[in-house]
């Protein structure tokens, strides 16, 4: 069980006890938390880290999960992809099918909580129900919108405007066109959780073994979901570029969160992109935080070639293990990286592989920029402060005037 006094060590008192004072002040409230997945995907690992928390601060905090099938999961990806920017074509059937799984839903929760946390664009539709109670309804949006299809933006900016505030990850993803208050808070990585714990040597040398992955030589990695916005096959394209000049082997792993349909298509597709090639270890993982995390500390260079992104933890978790990062400027990603000091950020396949050639070429250069990072890590994206976000959102709701007494 997750246990805030452990972080003491990594943050300091000061961070703590101003965590403690702000639950103080939220003693009493129930916040719902509402999302798709308790499974895969970086909104589903970061309510299991903090509903815990916001409990043990002295905040009644729940998480519900809505139920659909694969047909309102198939809707939903592809309402994802359009609003990354991807060209979809969605029916009026499919989005009538959308909005009657939402109403499904709200007869199975309850919604009556002080503050109902709507996490993402499939369970959207839930605010419709929030004339029937006198409570607070804040959007949580993961990812960026800046380029939306317009038609599915325009339809679910109807719902967005029924909501009392609504929250972004990065500057860059607020809308001019949202009249509510809009919020930027980060999402964050747990240094004390599996993912992102340290290892012993042993088990970072046995899980690679396992993997037949060479460690004497310098190993490449990209985690994610195999999808076709993280790129995967631009990264084997990179690798295949690098790979004339400086010896190098290529890790892809990854799973799929249980509401995207799409993962397996991607898949199939990088396996037969990297056909022919032993040192392209593709590796398809279930739900290993241990497995995750050896990998990345076992590699040489992490990359990160993002085509779309909401955020990109990804980066933060390899920062922390001071490993040097390249990867693509979109998304939250500049917010993690500062180009040349902290990672490096690259705009296109050859601009990507001309990094990563550097940074195998020149091992001070890519440990200092690994250094940098971890620190840029600690102080702005650990999970405490994800924390002290959070409650300081949950008191905006009760200080209009955006002066917050105590």
């Known amino acids: 069980m997750i246990n805030l006094e452990n972080y003491r ?24 938390n509402i999302n798709s997945t308790s499974v895969g995907g970086g909104v ?7 509903v815990p928390l916001l409990n043990q601060v002295g905040v009644c905090a729940e998480w519900n999960v809505i139920k659909g099938d694969s047909k309102f999961f198939t809707i939903t990806k592809k309402i994802h992809n359009a609003l990354h920017g991807k060209n979809q074509e969605l029916s009026v059937e499919e989005m009538d099918y959308f909005i009657d799984i939402n109403k499904q839903n709200m007869k199975g929760i309850d919604l009556s909580s002080d ?8 369970p959207i539709c839930l605010v419709e129900k929030k004339s029937d109670f006198k409570n607070n309804w804040i959007w949580r ?8 299809q ?27 066109d949202i009249t509510i208050p809009q919020i930027m808070i980060p999402p964050s990585i747990d240094p004390l959780s599996d993912k992102n714990k340290d290892l012993p040597e042993g088990e970072i040398k046995k899980i690679f073994e396992k993997y037949n992955i060479d460690m004497t030589r310098p190993v490449v990695t990209q985690i994610s979901r195999f999808d076709y916005l993280k790129d995967p096959c631009g990264v084997i394209e990179v690798y295949k570029l690098v790979k004339k000049h400086t010896d190098c082997q290529l890790v892809l792993a990854g799973g799929g969160a249980t509401d995207d349909p799409e993962g397996m298509m991607v898949y199939e597709e990088v396996l037969n992109k990297a056909k022919g090639d032993t040192d392209i270890h593709i590796l398809l993982l279930p739900q290993d935080d241990i497995l995750i995390n050896a990998l990345q500390r076992g590699s040489t260079i992490i990359i990160q070639k993002s085509i779309k992104e909401g955020f990109g933890l990804t980066v933060s978790e390899a920062l922390w293990k ?15 990286i500062t180009h040349k000091y902290s990672g490096l950020l690259t705009y296109s396949i050859e601009g990507t592989a001309y990094y990563l050639k550097q ?3 020149n091992p001070d250069y890519a440990a200092k920029l690994a250094k940098n990072g971890r620190e840029h890590v600690k102080n702005n994206f650990l999970i405490t402060r994800h924390l002290r976000d959070y409650l300081l959102l949950f008191l905006s709701v009760y200080y209009k005037d955006d002066i917050i007494y105590f």
Do not use: W
């Not at 703590?16 to 103080?24: A, H, K, T």
């Not at 589903?44 to 903090?50: F, G, P, Q, T, V």
């Not at 317009?150 to 990065?170: H, M, N, Q, T």
């Open 44 to 50: 589903a690992e970061i309510l299991n880290k903090l």
């Open 322 to 336: 001071e490993k040097p990062v390249i990867a693509s400027a979109v998304g939250g990603i500049p917010l993690q």
């Open 150 to 176: 317009e038609d599915v933006y325009e339809f679910l900016r109807g719902y967005i405007s029924l909501y009392d505030s609504c929250v972004f990850s990065a500057p860059a993803f607020s809308k001019k």
């Open 141 to 148: 949006c993961h990812i960026d919108i800046t380029e939306a």
């Open 359 to 361: 940074l195998l070429d």
């Open 9 to 32: 060590r990594i943050v300091g008192n000061n961070v703590m006890d101003e965590l403690y004072i702000l639950g103080e002040k939220l003693k009493g409230k129930k916040i719902l």
């Open 115 to 122: 503050i109902v946390y709507v996490h993402d664009p499939q």
